[in-house]
């Protein structure tokens, strides 16, 4: 039933001046625990570099986006010009600016989520999604809820005495925010262990991803070479596992919640410096943790006017990232699982590279072009071209990339003399593998199948 006039008992503070004023301020504190919860997120995600990355998507050749499970359907109709990345980059920041001081808050928050929804979109069509969703839930899950009753401009104009019932649309809130994170982190565990059992425990695997990563960035190992000492890796991926794992369950005790929150900063902490993964944008939602909205829960009736819409979208939100998370769909959005990191990995790299060929279309002297520095989603961009990902690239996306590596490499001191000497006619792009393990990156790649013959102009 929804509580709106009705006469039924409802459930209260204990009367009297010193308990008015406990009730008054336990409700304040509630409120205040879901605002914390929509200023994080809030900024977060206005900080995100995804509505930069999108201007980026909107320019570059067709040929080269890749729509992930779940934009497929959305690939006719979805905006992706350049005026259209405009208009919502000005809804973005404007809706933002609102979200996070609290003015017209709800509206505020569905316009920003909208926005922040078709942005982060484009940003997923580079050939790897970006694990960036878990922001567009909570945000949806935020105009739902009463987030704006505290720390904002609208709690401050509207001077309004807080109610003495127990409003239970603040811990929903927060109890979906948990359980959504809960499901980020469990899924990852769990396909480790059904993927590769013990084995990407206790095998090189994480050594070899921590290698693969490094040579991602550049090659440089970080100061403290863990890799060096016997079972400490291994020792790390168990803890890895374990702390995915359980997660989801100790965000639903209360005395575990803090203690929980500082363990994921140190977890994230670790994995930026020995594998420059950065999940900032997840671990700074943990305020649904640090500010937990009461340790007695949900008591008394859960479904109210202001808690029904608090339930009907956390359902839908979990309902789908759950089912998502089970299907291991790591290539997908909105909902996708996060990164798994499941299967084990060797000691060399996929990646693709060009062979220049001469005139003739024979290889011009065995010329293998250097390799060009990548970033995160360039990376993801050269597996969907070499495949690796389960659907063949087409002609041209390959043509398109071959040339945007070629691009890359104009100022290459080896690329200019090719082009001097008139030995650089035509290039065919090949699955290489690279070995990766420290002092071996600048080792000559394994050539694998060609991908491509790509003339160029003369």
């Known amino acids: 039933m929804f509580r709106g006039t009705s006469t039924a008992p409802q459930a209260t503070f204990p009367s009297g001046p010193p308990a008015a004023k406990m009730a008054a301020l336990l409700l304040r504190a ?28 909107a320019k570059a050749p067709s040929a080269l986006r890749f729509f992930p499970d779940g934009l497929r359907l959305a690939a006719s109709w979805l905006p992706a010009s350049p005026s259209s990345v405009e208009v919502s980059r000005a809804v973005f920041y404007s809706a933002g600016g609102l979200a996070l001081v609290g003015l017209f808050t709800r509206p505020a928050l569905l316009a920003f989520g909208l926005a922040a929804l078709h942005l ?14 878990h922001l567009v839930w909570l945000l949806a899950l935020l105009a739902a809820s009463p987030a704006g009753d505290a720390l904002s401009v609208d709690a401050a104009l509207a001077r309004r005495r807080p109610s003495r019932r127990r409003d239970p649309a603040y811990e929903l809130a927060l109890l979906f925010a948990r359980a959504l994170l809960g499901v980020v982190y469990f899924f990852p565990g769990f396909w480790k262990l059904a993927t590769s059992g013990l084995a990407w425990i206790t095998s090189d695997n994480v050594r070899n991803q921590m290698y693969w990563k490094w040579a991602q960035w550049g090659g440089t190992p970080p100061p403290v070479r863990v890799d060096l000492v016997p079972g400490l890796v291994e020792v790390g991926a168990a803890c890895v596992v374990a702390f995915e794992l359980g997660f989801f369950f100790f965000a639903f005790a209360p ?110 002297g065995e010329v293998l072009l250097p390799r060009v520095a990548r970033s995160q989603s360039d990376w ?9 990902w389960g659907t063949p690239a087409s002609p041209d996306a390959v043509a398109a ?16 003399a090719l082009r001097e000497s008139g030995r650089l006619h035509a290039v065919r792009a090949h699955l290489a593998w690279q070995p990766v393990e420290p002092g071996r990156l600048g080792d000559p790649p394994r050539l694998g199948s060609a991908l491509g013959f790509v003339p160029l102009a003369p």
């Open 30 to 57: 509630r409120a205040l625990h879901l605002a914390l919860l929509r200023v994080s997120v809030v900024l977060v995600t206005l900080v995100s570099p995804e509505p930069e990355l999108a201007r980026g998507v």
């Open 120 to 133: 982060f979109a484009l940003c997923q069509l580079t050939g790897e999604v970006v694990h960036d969703m």
């Open 255 to 364: 005395r575990a919640r803090r203690p929980l929150a500082f363990g994921g900063l140190v977890f994230h902490q670790l994995t930026e410096v020995f594998f420059h993964i950065r999940f900032a944008s997840l671990y700074a939602c943990y305020t649904c943790l640090v500010a937990d909205g009461g340790r007695r829960g949900v008591r008394g009736r859960w479904l109210t006017c202001r808690s029904a819409p608090v339930v009907a979208v956390g359902a839908v939100l979990l309902s789908a990232a759950t089912v998502q998370g089970a299907r291991g769909a790591t290539q997908s959005y909105p909902f996708a699982c996060y990164p798994t990191f499941a299967h084990t990995l060797g000691p060399e790299m996929p990646d693709v590279r060009l062979v220049a060929l001469s005139a003739s279309g024979e290889v011009g």
């Open 380 to 388: 993801g961009m050269a597996w969907q071209i070499a495949g690796l």
């Open 401 to 416: 990339f071959a040339r945007r590596d070629l691009a890359a490499l104009s100022e290459d001191p080896a690329v200019r």
